[in-house]
């Protein structure tokens, strides 16, 4: 399929899911390498994450443990710069190195929110671990640790990512048809 129509708009093929998977392969043993010895704690960020979250823990293939947060920063095409948790992470992080599985790091400000957050709490380390990245949109001083795929700032579904909810659940990504 080359194009999808979503409710109001158009998305055209952007990235394939094999390109997607050889990159969450070579970002999984870059972690892997970086976390001999320990045991990282990974939180996935809901729901964006989820199909990417399955597929780097099997790539990653080793001793981790898993745990979920969901945070909400965005409305129909537009990042709206303040942040909402809505469901808070659980798990105790006092001392963990912790990695957090984002599907796409905009304007910045969700993954600063959450980073600050978890070091209030007494994490160790806390490292991004995003599977798409639009450089020029950032609005604040992050450089996430593992990067699969930089993008320009176009408005994407696919592959876990929604508009308004539609087109999470197709497996390559789709960039916003210009009408
Ligand atoms: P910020 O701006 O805080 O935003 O870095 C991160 C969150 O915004 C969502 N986001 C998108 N969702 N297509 C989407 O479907 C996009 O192009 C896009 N850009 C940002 C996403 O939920 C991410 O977690
Ligand atoms: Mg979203």
Do not use: N, W
């Not at 390498?33 to 320990?38: F, K, N, P």
């Not at 994490?123 to 795929?149: E, H, M, N, Q, W």
């Not at 087109?167 to 916003?176: A, E, F, H, N, P």
């Amino acid at each position: 399929m080359t194009c999808i129509r979503l409710k109001d708009k158009t998305f055209e093929l952007f990235i394939r899911e094999e390109e997607i998977l050889q990159s969450i392969t070579t970002m999984a043993a870059r972690i892997k390498a970086d976390m001999e010895g320990i045991q990282p704690l990974f939180i996935s960020i809901l729901k964006g994450a989820y199909m990417f979250t399955g597929e780097l823990m099997r790539a990653y293939d080793g001793d981790c443990e898993i745990t979920f947060g969901r945070f909400s920063s965005y409305q129909g095409t537009s990042s709206q710069g303040v942040i909402k948790e809505l469901v808070p992470v659980l798990e105790d992080v006092t001392g963990r190195t912790v990695i957090l599985i984002e599907d796409i790091v905009d304007t910045g400000l969700t993954m600063k929110y959450v980073i600050e957050q978890l070091k209030r709490k007494g994490a160790a380390d806390v490292r991004i671990a995003t599977l798409l990245f639009k450089p020029d949109s950032l609005v604040c001083d992050l450089k996430p640790d593992y990067i699969g795929i930089s993008i320009p700032s176009v408005f994407i579904v696919g592959h876990g990512l929604d508009y308004d909810e539609a087109g999470r659940c197709y497996k390559d990504i789709y960039k916003l048809k210009e009408e």
